[in-house]
């Protein structure tokens, strides 16, 4: 059973253009969370998903931001008109079901340039 | 507002040692405590976690302790080794499983040969 796989590893954007960051959950698993983590920093909470609903946004920046799990294909974390700020390490952590361990994928480095 | 505060930062022993790393907490609506570990370049892998009905609670070498009324918790590795070497990271949610985690800002650990 392949873990929580997210891609790109590593991804460069120029200040203003797009950042796609994907993330396939583990089999099985219908749960979703984005977080963020910057340099010398814990994990911060970003979002929450479920197939095609967004349970929780109340980490996401209000623009720019956006993310969707939907039903066929893996969750997307959009970051439109990236800056220089958005660098950070973004992981995806997956859970077969509310009230369970979650189980977080490698991460995206996001480096904007 | 930091809600998950840890404490040390950083902390360096000798194999064999007995690092231990203290979380305290303000919310007391938590009800589920992981501990993270993370390797450089990778994601974070749940250790253990404890639920607030328990004082103690032990998994091979590590051993979550709990204070429900002193708000903390703390982790304890038993005979580290070099290998244990890592960043460790508290987290604590409401929701009693691995929604919206809020994460401590993390213990780098080195253990020396």
């Known amino acids: 059973n392949a873990g929580v796989m997210q891609n790109p590893r590593h991804l460069v954007r120029r200040r203003g253009q797009e950042a796609r960051l994907r993330c396939s959950p583990m089999?099985?698993?219908?749960?979703v969370y984005w977080y963020r983590q910057l340099p010398e920093e814990g994990l911060k909470f970003m979002v929450y998903?479920?197939?095609?609903?967004?349970?929780?946004e109340s980490g996401m920046p209000k623009e720019r931001f956006s993310a969707e799990f939907p039903k066929e294909g893996p969750s997307i974390l959009r970051i439109q008109q990236v800056v220089r700020g958005d660098s950070a390490a973004y992981f995806c952590?997956?859970?077969?079901?509310?009230?369970?361990?979650?189980?977080f994928g490698q991460g995206t480095r996001l480096t904007v340039v | 507002q930091q809600q998950v505060k840890q404490s040390p930062q950083s902390l360096i022993v000798q194999k064999g040692g007995i690092p231990i790393i203290n979380c305290a907490y303000e919310?007391?609506?938590?009800?589920?405590f992981p501990w993270y570990q993370q390797f450089p370049g990778k994601g974070p892998a749940l250790l253990i976690a404890?639920?607030?009905?328990?004082s103690e609670k032990k998994e091979g070498r590590f051993t979550i302790s709990f204070n429900k009324s002193a708000k903390q918790f703390s982790l304890h590795i038993m005979d580290s080794q070099p290998g244990d070497s890592a960043t460790y990271f508290c987290?604590?949610?409401?929701?009693?499983?691995?929604?919206?985690?809020?994460f401590g800002k993390g213990t780098k650990l080195t253990v020396n040969p």
């Open positions: 089999k099985g698993h219908s749960h």
């Open positions: 952590a997956s859970s077969p079901k509310k009230g369970t361990e979650a189980f």
């Open positions: 404890i639920r607030p009905d328990v």
């Open positions: 919310n007391t609506a938590f009800d589920y």
């Open positions: 987290a604590a949610s409401t929701q009693g499983g691995s929604e919206k985690l809020v």
């Open positions: 998903l479920q197939k095609e609903n967004i349970i929780d």
